[in-house]
């Protein structure tokens, strides 16, 4: 696995007390997963894939309108992260994990 400082060598830790509010310099999509997995209900696989699924199929649709830019996908634990990055390496979309806690 490449690091963060491959991927990004001018990657730096910023800490604000306004952290978790969205930039208007930052192009965003908010996605309820709720809503868009019902597509997924006659599947008979659990909720977790259908969601992995439902991600996957939301990344290649991007790369396939040409929109092939980065994308940041946020989750709450590293049993979570590590799920994801498995799910998109067998999909064949190239990832990379960040874990708050890992030092620069």
């Known amino acids: 696995m490449e690091s963060l400082e491959q991927w990004f060598p001018n990657l730096k830790h910023v800490k604000s007390s306004n952290a978790h509010t969205v930039s208007p310099l930052i192009e965003h999509e908010w996605i309820n997963v709720n809503e868009a ?3 997924y209900a006659s599947q008979d ?3 977790e894939q259908k969601e992995l699924d439902l991600l996957i199929d939301m990344i ?9 830019k980065q994308i940041m996908i946020f989750a709450e634990t590293k049993k979570t992260i590590d799920k ?21």
């Open 37 to 39: 997995i019902e597509s």
């Open 45 to 47: 696989t659990s909720d």
């Open 60 to 68: 290649k649709r991007s790369q396939s309108m040409g929109l092939d």
């Open 84 to 104: 994801i990055c498995d799910a998109l390496i067998k999909a064949d979309i190239k990832s990379l994990p960040y874990y708050p806690d890992i030092a620069v």
